[in-house]
């Protein structure tokens, strides 16, 4: 798991590094989310924690999630990348649609502790309330590997990020 976390955290680094080489503002961002996941035939909240950065075409974020539900709960650490689509339509818009991919590292505790690691797409729309928030709404398929119970995650996620 401590490889996993590394591996996302590089990732994570190299990718803000290189919107440096963007002739775009890059904006950091800090922010809360909250998800309705589903893993196999459970449907629970989870709740977590974001940071990243964006520039006008891409956003990369590593996000932290906690679910719980009954005696079983679960932790994910997750990297995802983002572009905006259909930039031009939704360029004097306060919506802006992207589309993207995840990877991450994935803890699941039900009696006994199951890790592994997860990759999937996302989209959604982020609503821009002003030039220091957005809000975030989106969905996340996520297929697993080295998992025992789980196979996939999906995720319907609202978040709400804070631009420093």
């Known amino acids: 798991m401590k490889t996993i976390i590394r591996l996302l955290f590089i990732l994570t680094i190299a990718t803000m590094t290189s919107y440096a080489e963007q002739s775009d503002k890059i904006y950091s961002f800090i922010g809360v989310q909250t998800s309705m996941s589903?893993?196999?035939?459970?449907?629970?909240?989870?709740?977590?924690?974001?940071?990243g950065a964006q520039s006008n075409m891409w956003r990369t974020g590593l996000s932290y999630s906690y679910a719980k539900?009954?005696?079983?709960?679960?932790?994910?650490?997750?990297?995802?990348?983002?572009?905006?689509v259909l930039t031009n339509s939704f360029e004097d818009l306060a919506f802006k649609p992207y589309?993207?991919?995840?990877?991450?590292?994935?803890?699941?505790?039900?009696?006994?502790?199951?890790?592994?690691?997860?990759y999937?797409?996302?989209?959604?729309?982020?609503?821009?309330?002003?030039?220091?928030?957005?809000?975030?709404?989106?969905?996340?398929?996520?297929?697993?590997?080295?998992m025992t119970n789980i196979d996939k995650v999906d995720d319907i996620n609202l978040a709400l990020h804070y631009f420093y």
């Open 69 to 84: 539900d009954g005696n079983s709960a679960f932790h994910t650490i997750v990297m995802q990348m983002d572009r905006g």
């Open 99 to 118: 589309l993207g991919f995840s990877v991450g590292a994935i803890q699941y505790k039900n009696n006994i502790t199951d890790k592994g690691y997860m």
């Open 120 to 146: 999937g797409l996302n989209g959604g729309f982020t609503y821009i309330v002003n030039n220091s928030i957005d809000l975030d709404l989106g969905y996340r398929y996520m297929k697993t590997a080295k």
């Open 38 to 51: 589903h893993y196999e035939d459970v449907q629970t909240p989870s709740y977590g924690i974001k940071y």
